[in-house]
């Protein structure tokens, strides 16, 4: 008698857990609209942002000042890996490749 009781409570137990996780499972697309102001406000300033700034092109609000340092780090940048007035850094790099000369007399077996 009492087993019967404690595996009728096992079995009730199991059955509303099941029931709780599916109800979980079907609001899950119903709780992912919802917004909090928070969030969306901070979404709105990243939108904004990406305006500002040309889609992440350019520099939003510069200074003078600033738009020297990057123009001079640049330059810096370019000199430093091959690159100078009037070459495209943004450019792949063309590598040309030659067959070595083989001399057949010398070569050893």
């Known amino acids: 008698m009492l087993s019967f009781q404690i595996l009728d409570k096992i079995k009730t137990g199991v059955r509303t857990g099941v029931c709780s996780s599916r109800n979980i499972g079907v609001l899950a697309p119903c709780l992912q609209k919802a917004s909090d102001p928070i969030q969306q406000l901070f979404v709105d300033k990243i ?5 500002k700034s040309n889609n992440g092109k350019n520099l939003v609000e510069p200074s003078p000042e600033l738009e020297k340092e990057l123009k001079t780090e640049l330059e810096k940048v370019a ?3 091959g690159g100078g007035s009037g070459v495209d850094m943004t450019k792949f790099p063309t590598f040309k490749f030659q067959d070595p000369a083989i001399d ?4 050893e077996k």
Do not use: A, L, S
Not at 47 to 51: G, I, N, P, S, T
Not at 104 to 107: C, D, G, K, L, R
């Open 104 to 107: 057949p007399i010398n070569m």
């Open 47 to 51: 939108r904004e942002y990406k305006q």
């Open 79 to 81: 000199k430093q890996y």
